[in-house]
């Protein structure tokens, strides 16, 4: 058997997440069934977002699950692929409005993005 840093999930886990705790397991299947029930989105808009979020958590189990749910609801492979460079976009653009904090503690130092590089004029 191949050592994994994600093992797969097996009846002896699931069984042991069950007894150490069961009825917060009870009400987390209930919460994610609510979560994942049509509603003003319906069950398969959910699943792609699921998709999309899962990339951005980068929880494999996750992205392997709701990939999985999301085909079963309905989804194209083309709008699970959107699904996940829209979670891309969202992680680039994070990274990109966060500069906004080094540069403002470069402004805050008196130190212009350029004089950071060596640049002078």
């Known amino acids: ?12 886990i699931a069984r042991q997440r069950r007894e150490l705790a069961p009825e917060t397991l009870a009400a ?20 792609l977002i699921a ?6 958590t980068q929880c494999p189990y996750c992205i392997r699950g ?14 699970i692929m959107e699904a996940i ?3 891309a976009e969202m992680r680039a653009g994070g ?3 966060h500069s906004t904090l080094a540069l403002d503690v470069m402004r805050q130092e008196g130190l212009s993005p350029e004089a950071q590089h060596g640049e002078h004029h």
Do not use: C, I
Not at 1 to 12: L, R
Not at 51 to 56: C, E, N, P, S
């Open 66 to 79: 709701h990939t999985k749910e999301a085909l079963k609801a309905g989804a194209s492979e083309k709008e």
């Open 28 to 47: 987390f299947r209930a919460f994610s069934a609510s979560v994942f029930a049509d509603g003003a989105l319906p069950a398969r808009t959910k699943q």
């Open 1 to 12: 058997m191949e050592n994994s840093m994600y093992p797969q999930s097996s009846p002896d």
């Open 95 to 97: 990274a990109y409005a």
């Open 51 to 56: 998709v999309a979020v899962a990339h951005v």
């Open 85 to 87: 460079w829209v979670a």
